[in-house]
Each structure stands twice: as structure tokens, then as C-alpha cells.
């Protein structure tokens, strides 16, 4: 039999995939699923009963959630990149290092065939077919629902006539969770005028007083949550676990696609959204004027490349590089008050606070210049200004 590995989440797509290949196309199915976050053990085991139940031959799961935290996610939060302003690039960044995963077990196996369930109408079939085709260009990839052109009730009904139970109303929406948010779609991000309901998103509002949080950053890295030290990866979980219960982070995310058309995506991620805005708010207080500036657009630039999938290209290590160097002062503790559906930050705490300095306190004294210094200094920073205005009234 044809050997294949499927990328596997449990989820309507890839499950219609598992049940159509090993049915209709007479494939030995190995169904694999990485964990770059948001399961629990229960969840995984249920995940792996499904899928042989559907007609994997075998399934596995890998572990990778430190390996996204530190080959991806730490350099989203040096970079404080959410893009359009708006979404911390959850499923984007989990696509890469999800596809490199099971590249690679493919290759363990001698799997000549790897399936995905992406559409052909987003970005994810070309997040997995650029890395697939990069590191083994030999395997062939097959995706039945981008060559079928399946909508999702399509999918539905074959399940159905088959045997299959799942969960069909909560088929109705595409949920992708890991350690860096939540992505949903459904009917109502299909078109640009409605939100998606209350149910849509996994978490609900439980927590309604507010709580202030304390958020340790070594080196830009969030080594601590309420003074207690874990892993960066494990404190980001540890955060999502508390916020997630004030129902913070959501919001839909409208952007331009990969292959040219808008798209619209639900999303929820508390602990993304917390440790991004906490960590820039400490930047601002520890990092020079010109640091801050060229880190804007290099992280801009890295959040685009991750995102259109070119994770695998040279200059990803050269922006990294940059961004890691950057983070050297990056420490210090930041106070976050969380509200039902939003959060404040209140402050930081550093060692490195350009603050707190002896030169003076901004809009109150200066001890380091004199008033004529201030009164020179202007007189020359005004130069080039009337220079310009003197030619032009001359002309």
C-alpha cells in the first residue's frame, strides 16, 4: 500500500482526509499531529482514538512546543509583532514549525506521500507546500480538499454517510488552537459584516473583578508571571490560563492573503496580546530612541515573511539576529491590571529605565544643561527649517 502522512488535527478537514484516502484512494494512512500548544494529554488521546478510528493506520504526536517557542515565538514577542496592528500571527507561526515536523517523520518513516487538509483559497497550503517542497522536494503532497473543492458541509455529509461521528455543530467553525492564540473561522468571517458569536470563541468570561499580574522579562524573554519562574513557553500558558478567563484577546483580524484576496479570521489570544504589550510597554523605557525605531520595521518585515511562509529563507536568520541583540537591556518587571474583556498596563519596574536617571525629569527640571544650552541647542535644531522657509519666500 501507498504510505501517506497526514497532517492531523482532529478537525473536520484533515479528518475528511484520513477517512477519504485510506476509503476511496487505498492509502496507508499515518496520521500525525504536532503540539505547538493548547492540548492536554485527554485531548491528544482522543485526538489519536479518532484517527484510527476514521482509518489511520498509526498516529502519532509530537511534542513541539518549546521548539515553537524558541524557533519562532520569542522573536514575535522581541519584535512586539502583531500584524495589520491587530493579529499575533497564532496559526501563521505554528504552520512552520508544524510542516517541518512532520517532514521530518515522513522522511523517519519512508513516507513517499504527505496530505494536508488546506483549502485553496488560504494561506496554509502554501505555508506546508513551501516547507515540504523546500526540505523534501521528492514527496509528494496531496490535499483533497484544495483538489476536490470541498466546502465544509460537503465534507459533513460524506463523514456522515460513512460512519463518522463528530461533533457537527462545532464543525461548524475551524478552530486552530496552540500556545500563541486561537484562530476561528466560520460562515460569519466569510463575509465583512458580521462578528462572530459568543460561543464561537473556546473561552468564556468566568473572572469579572480585576487582578493585577506581574510579568518578569529577562533579556526580553517572559521568565516569570506573578514572581513565580518557569520556562518562557510555560509562562506563557500560565498567563493564557488566567487572562483567558477575563475573555481578553479576541477580536477578528481583516488582511491581505498570500494568494492575493482579503481574508477575514477570528481569533482569541489573551496571553499573545498581554506579553506583547507588556513587553513593548518596557522597551519604551529601556531601549534608545533609534533602537526603537529600526526595530519597528525589521520586525515588521519578519512578521511578513513569517506569515507568507518564507520562514526557511536566509534573511529570517539575519532579522533574528538583529532582534536577539536588541533585547540585551530588556529587562524588568511589568504590572498588568486585568479588566472583563481588556487589560491595562499600569507600569515597570527596571534596572535598565532610562527614566531613572540624574539628567533630569521630563517637563520638570534638567540638571545636566543649562538654559542657554537649551535656548542654543534649539537655535541650531531650527537651522534647516529656515533655511527652507527663507529660499522659499525668496522665491
Not at 476509503?23 to 485526538?47: D, L, P
Not at 499573545?272 to 531601549?287: F, G, N, P, S, V
Not at 507600569?347 to 527614566?355: E, Q, R
Request: aromatic share 10%; hydrophobic share 35%; with cysteine.
Amino acid at each position: 500500500m501507498k504510505k501517506v502522512v497526514i497532517a492531523y488535527s482532529g478537525g473536520l478537514d484533515t479528518s475528511y482526509c484520513a477517512k477519504y484516502l485510506s476509503k476511496e484512494e487505498n492509502f496507508e494512512v499515518h496520521a500525525v499531529s504536532v503540539n505547538t500548544g493548547g492540548f492536554s494529554e485527554e485531548e491528544i488521546e482522543k485526538i489519536g482514538s479518532n484517527a484510527q478510528k476514521i482509518g489511520a493506520k498509526t498516529y502519532k504526536n509530537i511534542d513541539a512546543v518549546a521548539s515553537f517557542y524558541d524557533k519562532v515565538v520569542k522573536f514575535l514577542i522581541f519584535g512586539n509583532v502583531l500584524k495589520n496592528d491587530t493579529y499575533p500571527l497564532s496559526v501563521s507561526a505554528e504552520r512552520i514549525v508544524q510542516a517541518i515536523e512532520i517532514v521530518n517523520y515522513a522522511k523517519e518513516i519512508g513516507a513517499e506521500y504527505i496530505a494536508h487538509g488546506s483549502t485553496g483559497a488560504g494561506n496554509d497550503q502554501v505555508r506546508f507546500d513551501m516547507i515540504f517542497q523546500t526540505i523534501a522536494p521528492n514527496i509528494q503532497i496531496i490535499t483533497p480538499i484544495r483538489d476536490k473543492q470541498l466546502t465544509r458541509q460537503e465534507e459533513i455529509e460524506y463523514l456522515k454517510a460513512n460512519g463518522v461521528d463528530m461533533n457537527w455543530e462545532k464543525a461548524k467553525y475551524s478552530v486552530n488552537k496552540g500556545l500563541w492564540g486561537t484562530s476561528v473561522g466560520g460562515a460569519e468571517t466569510l463575509t465583512s459584516e458580521k462578528p462572530l458569536p459568543e460561543e464561537a470563541y473556546p473561552s468564556q468570561l468566568k473572572e469579572k473583578e480585576p487582578k493585577q499580574v506581574s510579568l518578569s522579562f529577562t533579556k526580553g524573554e517572559l521568565t516569570a508571571v506573578n514572581g513565580k519562574e518557569n520556562a518562557p513557553e510555560k509562562n506563557i500558558e500560565i498567563l493564557e490560563s488566567i487572562a483567558s478567563k477575563y475573555a481578553i484577546g479576541r477580536d477578528i483580524h481583516v488582511g491581505d492573503t498570500i494568494i492575493g484576496i482579503k481574508g477575514r479570521v477570528g481569533f482569541e489570544a489573551s496571553a499573545a496580546l498581554i506579553t506583547i504589550k507588556a513587553h513593548h510597554l518596557l522597551e519604551k523605557h529601556t531601549l534608545s530612541k533609534w533602537q526603537l525605531q529600526h526595530k519597528d520595521y525589521i520586525a515588521n518585515w519578519y512578521g511578513t515573511h513569517l506569515h507568507e511562509g518564507l520562514y526557511l529563507d536566509p534573511v529570517m536568520r539575519n532579522l533574528e539576529a538583529f532582534l536577539q541583540s536588541s533585547q540585551e537591556q530588556v529587562t524588568g518587571e511589568v504590572f498588568v491590571t486585568l479588566h472583563p474583556y481588556r487589560f491595562t498596563l499600569d507600569g515597570i519596574k527596571s534596572k535598565y529605565d532610562l527614566m531613572s536617571n540624574s539628567f533630569g525629569k521630563y517637563g520638570e527640571e534638567n540638571k545636566a544643561w543649562t538654559a542657554d544650552d537649551a535656548k542654543g541647542f534649539i537655535k541650531i535644531l531650527s537651522n534647516a527649517g529656515k533655511i527652507y522657509q527663507h529660499v522659499k519666500q525668496e522665491q
